[in-house]
């Protein structure tokens, strides 16, 4: 089975580290994957995409045209990515900061305030993108909360003090109904 993930949003938003904690959770379950980060010149405030592979098998190749799930965590990034998705995929949708989820058959949608939950939760807006990242483990079930959390371990030792705000993260967007 594989999977292809895209995160999309703008720089800043932690897209990039998004990609590459999907990446490392995957690793700490024996899965091959790839990560292929993207971002405009601009940095923060441009556009930045990161698309991550996970299979039970050798991936041939990082390139992605129709994704099997999307974590728009914008609206320009909702618009820009949404019309890629393979039918049968999920779109995991920040709705604190995209309002309208395309009507595009056959994809199965999960709105989630990220943000909102990020700041009036944890205070600290920039983990809405974990928040997301745990919205789409629990709908696609591909990998289980506790690698997640062992991938923040890895994904951030070098910064240990931020290690339980985005594990808490994690939770909190895996518990959001």
């Known amino acids: 089975m594989q999977t292809e993930v895209v995160i999309a949003g703008s720089g800043g938003q932690g897209v990039l580290f998004g990609g590459m904690l999907l990446a490392q959770a995957a690793v700490e379950e024996g899965k091959e994957t790839t990560w292929f980060p993207s971002y405009g010149a601009e940095m923060r405030g441009g556009t930045a995409n990161s698309t991550v592979i996970i299979s039970d098998k050798e991936i041939g190749s990082p390139v992605v045209l129709k994704p099997s799930a999307l974590i728009a965590l914008n609206e320009l990034s909702l618009n820009k990515f949404s019309v890629r ?23 199965v949608v999960v709105s989630i305030p990220a943000t909102g939950i990020a700041d009036k939760e944890l205070k600290d807006v920039r983990v809405a993108n974990v928040v997301a990242i745990g919205a789409y483990l629990k709908k696609s079930g591909i990998l289980s909360l506790a690698s997640a959390r062992k991938a923040c371990e890895k994904a951030l030792c070098d910064k240990p003090k931020l290690i339980p705000l985005n594990q808490k993260a994690l939770e909190l967007g895996y518990n959001h109904q």
């Open 85 to 107: 998705l393979r039918r049968g995929g999920i779109l995991v949708i920040n709705s604190s900061l995209a309002t309208a989820a395309p009507a595009i058959e056959g994809i």
